[in-house]
C-alpha cells in the first residue's frame, strides 16, 4: 500500500499507544499471533481513525503507587527481564533489515543494480551503528541477569536483588541515542527511496514485501514490509524513553541505580524533545513572514461557559489558541486530548477583571473543600511511617488531588476574556493574577504584530498535543515534589510600603500571592492608592501559610475609565533561614516600577483553616484597634480620605463646611466596614463633599477622641499663657503624651488642613473655619464628675476650637509617622526582578 511519509510526531504518539497495547497483552500473557504481517500501521487513515475514537470527557490524576521497597524491587526485575526480551526482538528486526544490505551492495556494482551506492546508503543510514550499540547494551545486560538470577537460590537473595545495578548500562546507551538523530534526519529520505523502488522494480517489490525475521524464545516467525521495518528505529527511540520511566519508577530512591536512571531518562527526554521540536519545524504550517506554526505555552486554566466551570488544558501556538479537554493516562493506556474549541489570534482582543466577592454559599463550599484538605494531611502525617497505613495512605493522597481540583476549578476569582473578530469569544478563569498576566503577555506579544491564520486541521493538532505539551499536569501542590522542609509554616506579614517609576499619574494597587497548600487564604491585594506618581500603602498583609516556597507580586494601575492595567510583576522565594520575626526591608523591581515591602515570619503550628473572617468594622471603634488591625499608626479612612480630598478637593469652595449627600456617606461608611479595596474604589467616583463627610463623620463616631479627654483641662489652662511660643511649645508638649496613634493620625490632620487652609483665596476654609468644623472631634470634655469640673458648652466649643486652632497655627507641627517602624537600622535590600 503506498501512503504519503508519516509525520513523525504522529507515528510516535501512534506508536507509543500501539507499543503499551501490546505490552500490556504480554503482562497479561495474551500471544501474539505469528507469521502476521506488519502492515503499515502508521496510515493517516489509521490515525485519524484512532483519533476519532477517543472518549476524553474528565480529568483522571495519575494513579498513586501502592508497593513497598520489596514489591518494587520485584516489579524491577520484572521490568529488566521485560527490557531484555523486547532488546531481543529488536535486535532480530534489525538483523532483518540489514540481512539484504550486502547482496544489495553487491548488485550495486553490476550492469542491472537493483539500488544504486547511494540509494543502499540512504536507506541502511546508521542502521549497522545502532544494532552495534545495542548488541552490547543487551550483552551486558543479560550478563548482569544471568549472575543475578545464578545468587537467586541464596539466603540473601532479597539483598542480591537490592544489589542488581544497571544503570550504567542504560547511561552507557543513551549517551549513543545521537545516532538516532541522524536516522531520523534521514528517515522520510530513506521511506521514499523504498517506495520509489517498490514501485518501479519488481525484484526489490518482492523484497521489500517479504521480509521474515524470527522471534522470541518460541522463534515465531514475522513477516516484515521493508517499511515496517525501517520504522522500528523510531519506534524504539520513543520506547526507551517509555522503559527507563518504568524502570525508574520500581527503584527505590535509596538504590545505587537511582541517579544513574535518573540522568539517563533526563537525557532521553532532552534528546526526544529536540527531535519533536525539529520535526515541529519542518512540518509546521507556514504562515505569513516565513513563520512556523509553533507552540509557545500551554497549561491549565478553568473554562466558563454558561455558567459551568471546566478543566481545560489550554495551547497556545504561533497563530492561535486551542483548548482542550484532557485525560490523564491510566494504566496501560495512554494520555488522550479532545477538541474544545480554538480561536485565531489574529484580531483577538483581551480583557481582564477581577470580580469583588464570591457568593456566600461558594465561600461555604471552598471553606469545606480546605477543611477536609487538612484533615487528609494531618492524618497522612500520621500515617506516613507506620508500615500498616500503605493503602490508607495511598487513597488519602488520591482524595487529597481531588479535592485540590475542585479548589482549583471552583476558587478564581480573575477572568480573562476573548473576543475573536469573528464574534465567538470565550472566557478563562484564574486563581493568580500573576498567572493570568503571564498567559495576557504571550498572547499579546503574538497577537501585536500582523499575523495569519492557516485553518487548522483540528484532528491533528488536538492528536499532537500529547507530544507537543511542556505542562503533564495541573498545579496542584500535592502533585508537585517540593521538600516540605525547606517551606514555610506559619504566619507571613508582608508590609506594602510604596512604590515609584511610574511615567503617569496612577491610582496604584498590589496583589499578593502566596504558594503552598490552599488550606488558608493565599492572596490579598491592598487598596488602591490616591493617583500619584509616587504611590504609597504602608499596609500589611498576614497569610497564614503552610508549604510556602515563593511569593509574587503584581502591581496594577487602575486609570478612570479605562481597564486595569499591570505595571510589573515578579517573583521572591521565601527562605526559613532569611526571615524572622523581625521586619526585613528590601525594594524590589517589577517592570517600570520600584517597589518597597518589607516581611516577617513567624513559624508556628497552624489552627485548622476557619470560615472566611469579614473585615472588622472601622466605624465606632477605638482607632488604636483599628490601627493595630491594618499594622499602621494612621488608619486607612483616614489616609484614604485625605488624599481624595487632597486630588480634587482642595479648590472646592467649602470643603469641610458643605456636608455631602447623607446617603453617599452612609454607602462609603459600609463599604468601609466591609471591604477597604471596594470602599476606596467607590471613594474614588464620590462627590467629593461626601468624601470629607465620610473623614467627619469617622472622628465624630469615635468612641474616644483623638486628643484624650483627660487632656482637655490641661489645654484650657495653656490657652492662657500669654506668650505665642511658650504656649505653643507647652501645648506640643501636652501632644506627646497622647498614645502613638491617636498622636500620630492627629498631626497628619492638622498637616492635611494647613495645606487646605493655603488654598482659602479658592475655597474660603481659613484656620478658624476649619478649626470651628473639626474642633468638637478631635477634643472633647470629660465626663462631669471623673476628671474634674463640668463646663458650660458655650465655654466647651470655644475651648476646642482654640486647641485646634493653636495646633494648626504652629509652624513647628512634628511631622506624623504613618506606619510602624519596620527595623530602620537594617541594610536595605534591592532585588531586580
Same mark, same amino acid.
Given at each position: 500500500m503506498s501512503t504519503s511519509p508519516p509525520d513523525l510526531r504522529e507515528v510516535f504518539w501512534v506508536m507509543d499507544v500501539y507499543r503499551e497495547a501490546v505490552d500490556y497483552l504480554e503482562s497479561q500473557h495474551v500471544a501474539a499471533e505469528a507469521d502476521i504481517m506488519e502492515e503499515d500501521v502508521f496510515q493517516e487513515e489509521a490515525v485519524s481513525s484512532f483519533l476519532a475514537t477517543m472518549n476524553i470527557e474528565s480529568i483522571d490524576l495519575p494513579d498513586t503507587p501502592l508497593f513497598s521497597a520489596e514489591e518494587m524491587l520485584e516489579k524491577r526485575l520484572v521490568v529488566i527481564k521485560g527490557i531484555l526480551e523486547s532488546e531481543e526482538l529488536y535486535l532480530a528486526e534489525l538483523d532483518t533489515l540489514l540481512m539484504p544490505m550486502k547482496a544489495l551492495r553487491a548488485s550495486a556494482g553490476t550492469s542491472q543494480p537493483v539500488l544504486s551506492n547511494q540509494q543502499i546508503q540512504t536507506i541502511f543510514y546508521q542502521v549497522p551503528e545502532l544494532r552495534d550499540?545495542?548488541?552490547s547494551f543487551y550483552s551486558d545486560l543479560k550478563a548482569r541477569l544471568d549472575t543475578h538470577y545464578q545468587d537467586e537460590l541464596s539466603e540473601e537473595s532479597? #539483598?542480591?536483588?537490592?544489589?542488581?545495578?544497571?544503570? $550504567?548500562? /542504560? *547511561?552507557?546507551?543513551?549517551?549513543?541515542?545521537?545516532?538516532?538523530?541522524?536516522f531520523i534526519e534521514n528517515y522520510e529520505k530513506a521511506v521514499e527511496v523504498v517506495k520509489k523502488c517498490t514501485n518501479s522494480d519488481p525484484r526489490f517489490r518482492t *523484497?521489500?514485501?517479504?521480509?521474515?525475521?524470527?522471534?522470541?524464545?518460541d !522463534?515465531?516467525?514475522? #513477516?516484515?514490509?521493508f517499511e515496517a521495518l525501517l520504522y522500528k528505529p523510531l519506534d524504539r527511540v520513543t520506547k526507551t524513553t517509555l522503559v527507563l520511566g518504568d524502570l525508574l519508577k520500581t527503584t527505590p530512591a535509596e538504590h545505587r541505580d537511582y541517579a544513574a536512571l535518573q540522568e539517563a531518562l533526563r537525557l532521553s527526554r532532552s534528546f526526544l524533545s529536540g527531535v519533536n521540536e525539529s520535526s515541529q519545524s519542518k512540518r509546521d504550517v507556514t504562515l505569513s513572514h516565513d513563520m512556523r506554526r509553533q507552540l509557545m505555552r500551554d497549561g491549565f486554566v478553568v473554562d466558563s461557559s454558561e455558567g459551568h466551570r471546566s478543566l481545560r488544558h489550554l495551547f497556545l501556538y504561533t497563530d492561535l489558541l486551542l483548548c482542550t479537554r484532557f485525560k490523564h493516562a491510566t494504566r496501560g493506556k495512554q494520555d488522550q486530548y479532545r477538541f474544545s474549541w480554538y480561536l485565531p489570534l489574529a484580531g483577538l482582543k483581551l480583557c481582564w477583571v477581577a470580580e469583588q466577592e464570591r457568593a456566600p454559599d461558594m465561600n461555604v463550599r471552598l471553606h469545606s473543600i480546605r477543611t477536609k484538605m487538612h484533615l487528609l494531611r494531618q492524618q497522612l502525617k500520621q500515617h506516613s511511617r507506620a508500615s500498616r497505613g500503605l493503602v490508607f495512605t495511598a487513597r488519602n493522597k488520591k482524595k487529597l488531588e481531588e479535592l485540590e481540583l475542585m479548589l482549583f476549578t471552583h476558587s478564581p476569582l480573575y477572568r480573562l476574556e476573548l473576543f475573536s473578530s469573528s464574534g465567538k469569544s470565550h472566557t478563562l478563569l484564574f486563581s493568580s493574577l500573576y498567572e493570568l498576566e503571564e498567559w495576557r503577555e504571550n498572547i499579546y506579544k503574538l497577537t501585536s504584530g500582523t499575523i495569519e491564520t492557516v485553518p487548522p486541521d483540528l484532528l491533528t493538532l488536538t492528536g499532537a498535543c500529547v #507530544? *507537543?505539551?511542556?505542562?503533564?499536569? @495541573? @498545579? *496542584?501542590?500535592?502533585?508537585?515534589?517540593?521538600? $516540605?522542609r525547606d517551606s514555610l509554616c506559619g504566619t507571613l506579614t508582608v508590609a506594602i510600603h510604596s512604590a515609584s517609576g511610574l511615567q503617569q499619574p496612577a491610582g496604584v494597587y498590589v496583589c499578593v500571592e502566596v504558594d503552598g497548600y490552599e488550606y488558608y487564604d493565599?492572596?490579598?491585594?491592598?487598596?488602591?492608592?490616591?493617583?500619584?506618581?509616587? @504611590?504609597?500603602? $504602608?499596609q500589611e498583609l498576614s497569610f497564614q501559610v503552610d508549604g510556602a516556597q515563593s511569593m509574587r507580586l503584581v502591581c496594577v494601575s487602575q486609570r478612570n475609565g479605562e481597564d486595569d492595567a499591570v505595571l510589573g510583576k515578579t517573583t521572591v522565594k521565601l527562605e526559613s533561614k532569611t526571615l524572622s520575626e523581625r521586619w526585613r526591608r528590601q525594594t524590589l523591581r517589577l517592570g517600570q516600577v520600584d517597589l518597597a515591602i518589607s516581611l516577617k515570619y513567624s513559624p508556628h503550628p497552624l489552627e485548622p483553616p476557619s470560615s472566611a473572617v469579614q473585615q472588622l468594622p472601622l466605624f465606632g471603634v477605638h482607632i488604636e484597634k483599628v490601627a493595630q488591625q491594618e499594622g499602621v499608626l494612621v488608619p486607612h479612612v483616614v489616609r484614604c480620605c485625605v488624599e481624595e480630598v487632597e486630588r480634587r478637593g482642595m479648590l472646592e469652595v467649602g470643603i469641610y463646611r458643605i456636608s455631602g449627600t447623607s446617603s453617599d456617606i452612609?454607602?462609603? !461608611?459600609?463599604? /468601609?466596614?466591609?471591604?477597604?479595596?471596594?470602599?476606596?474604589?467607590?471613594?474614588?467616583?464620590?462627590?467629593?463633599n461626601s468624601v470629607s463627610g465620610v473623614l467627619k463623620l469617622y472622628l465624630r463616631e469615635l468612641p474616644e477622641p483623638l486628643i484624650p479627654a483627660e487632656l482637655f483641662q490641661s489645654l484650657a489652662e495653656n490657652l492662657n499663657i500669654p506668650d505665642e511660643n511658650s504656649r505653643q511649645a507647652s501645648m506640643l508638649s501636652l501632644l506627646q503624651s497622647c498614645p502613638h496613634t491617636n498622636r500620630n493620625t492627629f498631626l497628619y490632620l492638622m498637616h492635611h488642613l494647613q495645606r487646605v487652609a493655603d488654598m482659602q483665596d479658592v475655597n474660603k476654609m481659613t484656620l478658624l473655619n476649619l478649626a470651628t468644623v473639626f474642633g468638637p472631634s478631635l477634643l472633647r470634655p470629660p465626663v462631669a464628675g471623673l476628671n474634674? @469640673? %463640668?463646663? $458650660?458648652? %458655650?465655654?466647651?466649643?470655644?475651648?476646642?476650637?482654640?486647641?485646634v486652632l493653636c495646633y494648626l497655627q504652629c509652624n513647628n507641627l512634628p511631622e506624623a509617622q504613618t506606619s510602624l517602624p519596620r527595623d530602620a537600622d537594617a541594610e536595605e535590600e534591592t532585588t531586580h526582578m
Open positions: 550499540v545495542h548488541r532479597g #539483598k542480591r536483588c537490592f544489589e542488581l545495578e544497571v544503570g $550504567d548500562l /542504560f *547511561l552507557r546507551l543513551v549517551n549513543h541515542i545521537g545516532l538516532y538523530g541522524g *523484497l521489500a514485501e517479504s521480509m521474515m525475521s524470527t522471534n522470541g524464545t !522463534k515465531a516467525r514475522t #513477516k516484515y514490509t #507530544k *507537543l505539551r511542556m505542562t503533564q499536569q @495541573p @498545579p *496542584l501542590h500535592s502533585l508537585s515534589s517540593g521538600n $516540605d493565599r492572596q490579598a491585594q491592598t487598596h488602591s492608592s490616591v493617583h500619584s506618581l509616587n @504611590p504609597h500603602w $504602608d452612609n454607602v462609603l !461608611k459600609a463599604a /468601609f466596614n466591609s471591604n477597604l479595596r471596594e470602599a476606596v474604589s467607590r471613594l474614588r467616583n464620590a462627590e467629593v474634674g @469640673p %463640668s463646663l $458650660d458648652i %458655650s465655654h466647651e466649643v470655644v475651648v476646642q476650637v482654640q486647641v
